[in-house]
């Protein structure tokens, strides 16, 4: 079966960096974009990253655009988000997930396969 699994969260200080990942296994990860959402506590999931199948297109939310980077390695199953200059409200339970085509979507009902998340914290 298809398993997607997120790791690296933390606790870090406002203006760090932090780089987590999620591997995935079951299916055929070069046919799929992929996706980092997030929620944070009483709110709902949002969109956060979404990459293409080859890595070459890539998309953010505009509350990260810029401090934000999402990249892939199609021969070890893994999407990455590395994440800069973070701020306390970047806090929230990351998640990631396999898209349905192989082009990136803001849309969560485009993605299928969703991993548990790993939570980031960002103390100010």
């Known amino acids: 079966q298809v398993q997607v699994v997120a790791s690296g969260g933390g606790i870090v200080h406002t203006g760090t960096s932090l780089k987590i990942s999620c591997a995935v296994s079951?299916?055929?990860?070069?046919?799929?974009?992929m996706g980092w959402f997030r929620q944070a506590p009483g709110k709902e999931r949002e969109f956060v990253a979404g990459i293409s199948w080859s890595g070459t297109t890539t998309d953010y939310a505009d509350s990260v655009k810029g401090r934000f980077t999402i990249s892939r390695d199609n021969a070890k199953n893994t999407v990455w988000l590395q994440m800069d200059s973070l701020k306390p409200n970047d806090t929230a339970d990351y998640s990631c997930?396999?898209?349905?085509?192989?082009?990136?979507?803001?849309?969560?009902?485009?993605?299928?396969?969703w991993g548990q998340g790993t939570q980031v914290t960002v103390s100010s």
């Open positions: 997930a396999t898209g349905r085509t192989s082009m990136p979507s803001r849309r969560q009902y485009n993605y299928n396969y």
């Open positions: 079951g299916l055929t990860f070069s046919s799929h974009a």
